[in-house]
């Protein structure tokens, strides 16, 4: 069924003014039962599994044909549309440009808007969530500041920088709040950053400890950069969510690309912790354990997600599993007790993924954004099955002649990429049986799935593509069950949440990125059943 945009459909809701919201959690008790909470969506991805699964099922596959939009919030700000909003007590948060907004999770009406005023330079405008906890609101800023408003209206509790572009830094994931620690960390390794995670006080913002990806020299992992001097501007940014065992106190991190991105030589040899999934404890930054998905990356595939975590039986034994995926094309389901990596799947086009780079140009698939970006695969533990998105966009990566130089607030890439024609590129969205790895089934697209995927307890599942359409498809077999023309394209996060007893999805479209384009404004549109 196909549904356009009917303003007698549903209420548009343009910064309305505010109400205050009555609300000082949710508490730690709320985050360690988030994975059963049917009410709300308390982290960038439900809930600190990563799953994306919600027990909801008043929506479901007999039904899912009769959505409809009921609402419709959109945004005055100019700004990437990338955001997954987290919902709490019939309230949405969300991030866009420089601000945080609380609306009405049931009618769009916006309650709040706090802006933030730039201290500094900012190397990119992109802001992907923010997160909520004991009535506090939190998220980074393109200056390099975490901040932290009161939920209840917007007001400002405290800032902290924690980056800067000097630094080649700027702040762009969803925070993660285990107990009274905020976990971040920034992004900007194209500029040549030397990243890092970190745990920061909920209360004010101060620093509980860090911990470098890139290390220095007599430092483990140093002995993989043979060239010391490139560990001054290693790289390795965090941009996505992490994911945590809490029970465990065990965060799973995924670092990103090392710096220069495509001139290798300046870099030899493997280039530890880049492109890697870290184990770490949260409550004192000590890595634990590390898996390198990719060494000496000379494509910028960055491994861009440490999740979904779950358990299942593979050939008979009962493992605690972490799926690890990336711009690189492929999931890899890695044993969290014994580090084993149990398979390795592609689900997108692989070509020349080995083939040295050259000046004239060597052409890859995947691409520079190709695989996975910002938003990772979701997990049913009722069906056993990974649902994982892709961008498949192929590129002629060329590099620099020369050994490139190092310049502050400027990227450091050391060479340059030729994307083959937009209207090459296409998506995928590939349901594994996550024991095996074994496709179940494949739903193709015309273009990039860069929107989040939530499942849930209804084998419904929802996305969105760059057609500008909401997607609700039958789990179990990849059916499209129902579309919707938001007025941008869905690139941003899907969530979905109760209120009153009826179940709501929220999907965020608009303009996406300088790479990848878009248009229209920043905004959310929430369906429920008619």
Known sequence: MHSTLRLTLLTLALATGGSAVASDGPTTADFNAAADDTSNWLYATHDYSGQRYSRLRQINRSNAARLQAVCMYRSADAGPA????????????????????AIDAATCREKWKYTWEPKGNELSPTNRGVAIKDGKVIRGTADGYLIAVNARDGSLAWSRQIASSTGQQYLSMPPLIFEDMVIYGPAGADFGQKGWVGAFNLSDGTERWRLPFIPDPGQPGAETWSNPEALKYGGGSLWTPVTLDAKAGTLYVAVGNPAPDFYGDARPGNNLFTNSLLAVDVRSGKMLWYHQAVPHDIRDWDLTHAGPLFS?????????????????????LIDRDSHEVLYTVAFTTQENVDVPLTVEGTRSCPGLLGGQEWNGSAYSPRTNTLFVPAVDWCTTFKKAATTPEFKREEHYYGGSIVMDPFDKARGWLTALDASTGKVRWRYASGTPMLAAVTATAGDVLFTGDFNRDFLALDATSGKVLYRFNTGGEVAGGIVTYAVGGRQYVAAVSGYVSAFFKGSGPAGVTVFALR
């Open 82 to 101: 990338q955001t997954n909003p987290v919902v709490y007590d019939g309230t949405m948060y969300l991030s866009i440009a420089r601000s945080i907004v």
């Open 312 to 332: 299942t039986t593979v050939e008979g034994v009962r493992r605690n599993v972490i799926a690890a995926s990336g711009k690189d094309g492929l999931l890899r």
